[in-house]
């Protein structure tokens, strides 16, 4: 009717679930473009389907630009890998493992890869995804950890054999050895100046491909005249390539004799004396040397001229003892002067130690500045804890050779304080617990009592007290094992080892009081403590039995080692001084139970001990 429309037909669809798919489609896209990880996607002739903006960013190829290329030949290092992870694919199983990338300007990128199957509607697979992980700057942190894990172990054992053993020769030849092996160098040399300013090579540990100079007799016109003064001062010369160094002639044709391509050389000083000179040597071309490398054996230098102080004095004071002997008619002059070698050594020993903690304890300070960090992975924890450990061990045995200037010069004090005494106990069980699982022999602990809370006691003397025995309880027995004991004395007779000539003051006087609402002290009635006082506080000093019934806690520590002859007994709380055969020898400075007496009788109390020869060792206190 006159081309006017009479009606209207039309048709609506529901595109809701469309429109959702497109949202979640868009947010997947977003995240995936968003990531930081490179992802790719392939088909499974290897062909580059899809790369996301991480991947083209930090590896350089768009998906034309790798498809223009052989993939495998292009970014992967070990080719074989990309194989390997395709045949895995089309196995049904998903690849995962650190491999290393090129990137198109050639940059080489260490990576966790991560990849999966795609397969389609119908369950046939079409193609891989895979997820791409820059791990290198994670690599290189694992790398500096394990380089200062490393410098620290070697470090711990320089000083611990310091500590055990006065042989210089000794010393200094296992140390070249060891650092040869830590820098991985051709030859490792102790070089010791003559008064002239030449000198000789004191010990050496070489590859065998290179010059052997051990014995060499060496005398350079060119160092008295420019190094000294400089050596004197601490230098450090790390010499990456001795022809672009820009030596001196003379020197020069000093090395190109010894067959040095590159060097490290630190001092060896006592005090202001330039005694010599450790060197490392790199003979079969140019090395680029590392700031670890160079503070390794910076640290080393400081610790071997120790070492050769120490074993200096060490021989006087023996030469002193001879002289004594032979001469009776000069026998107090020797020991006035064996006495002014050992304050000479307390004093060196205290200076030195001084010297060593303060740069310990600026590494301790960084490593616990460190291990909050969330952004550390557990093996980067791991790591700073063992580096931790490290360096507490090594801080505790720089304490215990100031604790020998203290006690030879008469200024140990103690320092009491509210001790946890189980947890003092079981961390010292737990430690030797798993020091005897290293050693294949067994380690039981026996509580034979109730103890008490608290304690007032020095806990850092304590500690190393029962360490000390206990570790020569480890270190003595070969099969069999050890037993630590703890109890009142009273409580754990019966349970206790019974020793002739025994009484009950025998153990370390360590006093029980009952603390009441009041503040006053009464003596505990019986020999357990009391369950429901808040504190039980014991004081480890002598205790006058007249004023008060004391409750003494005994530490006893039973071996089956080698023991000890009946007469050689009271020898060995003697300072430098060891028994037993050549057999059963083992090295040590002869320290450890003269210092431990002498801390137990500040304490109030006394070391016990009985043994038999061939059966094993009872010690208690």
């Not at 389907?49 to 998906?63: D, E, K, L, S």
């Not at 160098?185 to 030449?198: A, G, K, L």
């Not at 009142?488 to 609402?517: F, M, P, R």
């Amino acid at each position: 009717s006159a081309g006017n429309p009479l009606r209207m037909v039309g048709s609506m669809t529901d595109i809701s679930d469309r429109k959702q798919a497109e949202l979640a489609l868009l947010r997947v896209t977003q995240a995936v473009e968003n990531t930081s990880d490179a992802i790719v996607i392939t088909d499974f002739k290897g062909r580059s389907i899809y790369h996301n903006q991480a991947f083209i960013q930090r590896y350089g190829y768009t998906v034309e630009e790798l498809n223009m290329t052989n993939a495998a030949e292009a970014m992967y290092v070990q080719p074989n890998i990309y194989k390997q992870i395709y045949k895995t694919l089309r196995s049904g199983f998903s690849w995962s493992g650190e491999i290393e990338l090129k990137t198109q300007n050639g940059e080489t990128v260490i990576t966790l890869v991560r990849a999966d199957k795609i397969k389609d509607k119908n369950g046939k697979l079409v193609g891989s995804v895979g997820v791409i992980t820059n791990i290198s700057e994670r690599k290189k942190a694992e790398a500096t950890l394990r380089h200062k894990l490393k410098r620290e172990r070697l470090a711990v054992a320089m000083l611990e054999r310091i500590r055990s053993s006065l042989k210089l020769a000794e010393i200094l030849t296992t140390t070249v050895e060891e650092v040869r092996q830590f820098l991985q160098v051709d030859r490792t040399v102790i070089y010791q100046f003559n008064p002239n300013w030449s000198g000789f090579i004191a010990v050496e540990s070489v590859d065998e491909n290179c010059m052997a100079i051990a014995g060499m007799e060496i005398y350079d016109p060119c160092f008295g005249e420019a190094y000294v003064s400089l050596y004197r001062d601490g230098r450090i010369r790390a010499t990456d390539d001795v022809y672009n160094a820009g030596l001196a002639e003379c020197y020069l044709n000093l090395l190109t004799q010894l067959q040095v391509r590159a060097s490290l050389v630190v001092p060896i000083l006592q005090g202001e004396n330039l005694w010599g000179l450790l060197i490392a040597h790199h003979c079969t071309g140019p090395r680029n040397w590392q700031q670890f490398e160079v503070e390794c054996l910076q640290q080393l230098g400081v610790q071997l001229a120790i070492a050769i102080q120490q074993s200096t004095l060490f021989q006087q004071a023996q030469t002193e003892i001879a002289d004594r002997k032979q001469a009776e008619a000069a026998l107090q002059l020797a020991v006035l002067a064996a006495e002014a070698a050992n304050r000479a050594k307390s004093d060196f020993l205290a200076n030195m130690s001084h010297e060593l903690r303060t740069p310990l304890n600026g590494i301790l300070g960084y490593i616990q500045l460190l291990k909050p960090d969330r952004n550390l992975t557990a093996e980067q924890q791991e790591s700073l804890t063992d580096a931790q450990q490290c360096g507490e061990h090594l801080l505790m045995l720089i304490n215990d050779v100031l604790d020998i200037a203290k006690i030879e010069a008469s200024k140990m004090e103690l320092s009491p304080t509210d001790v946890n005494f189980p947890n003092l106990i079981k961390t010292i069980a737990d430690l030797f617990q798993m020091r005897a699982d290293q050693t294949g022999i067994a380690f039981n602990f026996e509580q034979l009592s109730p103890l008490p809370d608290c304690v007032l006691a020095d806990e850092k003397r304590l500690r190393q007290v029962l360490i000390n025995l206990l570790s020569n309880a480890v270190k003595f027995t070969k099969s069999g094992g050890v037993t630590f004991k703890v109890g009142y004395v009273e409580n754990a007779t019966e349970n206790l080892t019974q020793i002739n000539a025994i009484n009950s003051n025998i153990g370390a006087d360590v006093s029980a009081q009952k603390v009441n609402s009041t503040g006053n002290i009464e003596p505990e009635k019986e020999s357990k403590p009391p369950r429901k006082t808040r504190k039980v506080r014991s004081i480890f000093t002598a205790v006058n039995s007249d004023e008060l019934t004391a409750a003494k806690i005994r530490f006893q520590i039973e071996d089956t080692g080698i023991g000890i002859q009946q007469n050689k007994l009271e020898e060995i709380f003697l300072p430098f001084h060891q028994v037993g055969d050549r057999h059963n020898f083992v090295e040590g400075t002869g320290l450890g139970l003269s210092i431990s007496q002498k801390i137990v009788t500040m304490m109030g109390s006394q070391i016990h001990v009985q043994s038999t020869l061939g059966k094993g060792s009872i010690f208690w206190l």
